[in-house]
């Protein structure tokens, strides 16, 4: 009988004795094996092992000068032990240590010398299906892999496009192309970087920094758009905006919107705790706000508003550096100036807007 397992495979023997190779090999092909392949010296048995890549190999144990367990422990050197072929060995010694021996050096199925011709391929069938049962489920593994990292990066483009279009609400009255967010955004991923902190924390802040502004959704038009200075009274109404914006996020459990809500919170805390809304000091101020507080100012230096025009980068930096300690934390302006000075930033250079 001819099984399907035998039929697409190839199987190679490494035996010394030319009569066994003749007559194993003879009884596999009348199962129906595909090809079969036959050496009797070990050392051209690794080369053919990685020339042609059976699908099983049949082993004997006595290989002079060496034996079948050097075989394997050279195959081993060839690839994952996934990817390599299942070996059955062949052997006249039945002893209990050499059993114990071959099962733990990764042999699959263990046959005597004086074996069945009938139960060698009903053994070699058995590890052929076993071998590709795995293999089918190592292929389908990837492919869902594949499924998985195919929808998470289309979750997250709708995750991207959701924020940016956010951020354009609320900042369409003062930045009608939201390029000021954008820029925050990406300027405050390149200072977490260069701060060493995770890939998950780059990406979240370069997506969560969108909303820093959410909460100028509820200050009116007026007050954005002024062109000259803002009352006290309109200064308190324009504060509004970070606990506008953070009762907005407020109950989101998401990563990068729990971080948008922390960002929306602190980005206008001052490090000597003289900023808004509660006045935190130092590192009580969340890594994020920090961040954003500084990527956000220097973005507002170098850009035009309805009340000025934009400044150079040089001035930007210098504004910073002296607020170092004062409204900004000296380790995150480090930090920026390094991206700024970079040149990461130029294809986000500010172009004639309202930022």
């Known amino acids: 009988m001819a099984w399907i397992e035998l039929q697409t495979a190839r199987v190679l023997i490494v035996d010394d004795d030319d009569d066994n190779l003749m007559v194993v090999g003879r009884a596999l092909k009348k199962a129906g094996c595909h090809e079969v392949l036959t050496c009797t010296d070990p050392f051209q048995a690794l080369e053919v092992c990685k020339s042609v890549e059976p699908d099983l190999v049949l082993l004997d144990l006595r290989l002079p000068p060496v034996d079948g367990f050097y075989v394997l422990e050279r195959l081993k050197e060839l690839g994952p032990e996934e990817d390599l072929p299942p070996v059955i060995m062949l052997t006249g010694d039945a002893s209990e240590e050499v059993k114990q021996r071959a099962l733990e ?128 009274g309109e200064y308190d109404i324009l504060k509004e905006h970070t606990e506008i914006g953070s009762r907005i996020l407020e109950g989101c459990t998401e990563r990068v919107l729990l971080m948008a809500q922390e960002i929306v919170a602190t980005h206008h805390e001052h490090y000597d705790g003289s900023g808004y809304p509660k006045g935190l000091k130092g590192e009580d101020i969340p890594l994020s706000g920090r961040i954003v507080a500084a990527a956000d100012a220097y973005d507002a230096i170098t850009s035009s508003r309805p009340y000025k025009l934009p400044r150079p980068v040089g001035d930007a930096v210098r504004e910073l550096t002296s607020q170092a300690g004062r409204q900004f934390d000296p380790m995150v302006v480090e930090a920026l100036v390094k991206a700024v000075g970079s040149g990461d930033m130029s294809r986000y250079a500010v172009v004639s807007e309202r930022g």
């Open 105 to 232: 050096a990764g042999v699959a199925d263990f046959v005597r010398r004086e074996f069945d011709l009938t139960e060698l391929v009903l053994r070699t069938r058995n590890c052929l299906r076993t071998r590709q049962l795995f293999l089918q489920l190592q292929r389908h593994k990837e492919h869902l892999e594949e499924l998985v990292l195919e929808r998470t990066q289309e979750l997250r483009r709708a995750q991207r496009e959701t924020f940016e279009r956010l951020a354009l609400a609320a900042e369409f009255r003062d930045d009608q192309t939201s390029r000021h967010t954008e820029r925050v955004g990406e300027l405050s991923a390149l200072v977490a970087g260069i701060l060493g902190a995770n890939q998950g924390f780059v990406d979240s802040i370069r997506s969560a920094a969108l909303l820093h502004d959410l909460g100028k959704i509820g200050v009116p038009d007026a007050i954005l758009n002024k062109p000259g200075p803002l009352t006290p």
